[in-house]
């Protein structure tokens, strides 16, 4: 067998990524038919069926499922060489960082605005998400570091405590301590979706006091979660920098956890293997600078 070209790899991944070949010619410049014939190319190559075909596009089978990490940490690792070679030292081109939603919005702010300014020449992007999947991000490369609840420990990661918040127990302001809120009836854990880190905090604080039946309500955002404490719906757990504000409307209640429940870090994890850029240099240096 001839050795798999990088290129077709590159073209097999955005198309699988992008669910349509059409899409693909279009990200990689070029036109459908070279995408087609590639593909045609590479699943000879490999004598295996690439892409299911069908009147809603195409899906990949058993055998592209099985290709496409390769053909990620491939095209990832492409696209590393070639900022490795372009850096001149100058931070300068793309950095695309993760963040929760909370530490971009009580910690990030002043410290993006300083980096933007005395950088101007880096592209930053900012992709807010869970621990859960932007460790898995960081981990493929789709990501060159990610700001998530600590510890991680991974072998492939390094990770740096760069934050300390401390969570609180959230209620509707008519509850006056946290018994009195996890006796309400009906008690209900407002939280954000699979894999957020203080959901599953929550979700071990009410397991550590025996309450294992709490209905759960998920929201999308971290702003409607905050109303629908406040409302009355249930409860939350959440750092307490993020939530003072609301607490001064008096609309909720923070309750203040045991310091063992209460502390947690914020750490910055990146590939242990990956190429630490000058833009990326300079943005963590900024962040601990403060």
Do not use: W
């Not at 859960?132 to 990770?159: I, K, N, R, S, Y």
């Not at 914020?266 to 850029?277: E, G, I, M």
Request: aromatic letters at 4%.
């Amino acid at each position: 067998m001839h050795p798999l070209s990088p290129s077709d790899l590159r073209i097999f991944e955005a198309t699988a990524r992008l669910g349509g070949m059409n899409r693909a010619a279009s990200e990689l410049n070029t036109v459908q038919s070279n995408v087609t014939t590639r593909i045609r190319h590479l699943e000879a190559q490999l004598d295996s069926k690439l892409f299911e075909r069908h009147g809603r596009g195409i899906s990949l089978t058993s055998a592209g499922h099985r290709l496409l990490p390769y053909a990620r940490r491939i095209a990832a690792l492409l696209g590393e060489a070639q900022r490795a070679v372009r850096d001149e030292g100058a931070p300068a081109g793309p950095l695309t960082i993760g963040s929760l939603e909370s530490t971009a919005a009580i910690r990030l702010a002043g410290r993006l605005t300083a980096y933007t300014t005395a950088f101007p020449d880096v592209d930053l992007t900012l992709r807010a998400g869970t621990t859960c999947e932007m460790v898995d991000q960081v981990l493929d490369h789709t990501l060159e570091g990610a700001f998530v609840c600590g510890p991680v420990d991974h072998p492939d990661l390094c990770e740096e405590t760069v934050f300390e918040e401390e969570l609180v127990l959230m209620s509707a302001a008519v509850f006056p301590s946290a018994e009195a809120a996890l006796d309400a009836k009906g008690l209900r854990a407002i939280v954000l979706r699979e894999g957020c880190s203080y959901r599953q905090k929550l979700e071990a604080f009410l397991a550590r006091r025996g309450i294992a039946g709490a209905r759960k309500l998920e929201f999308g955002t971290l702003e409607a979660i905050v109303s629908c404490v406040g409302a009355g719906l249930g409860i939350t757990m959440l750092p307490r920098a993020l939530v003072t504000e609301a607490h001064r409307t008096g609309r909720i209640a923070l309750h203040t956890l045991p310091p063992e429940e209460a502390r947690v870090e914020t750490v910055f994890v990146r590939r242990r293997d990956a190429f630490l850029s000058t833009a990326l240099t300079a943005f963590l240096e900024t962040v601990r600078s403060g």
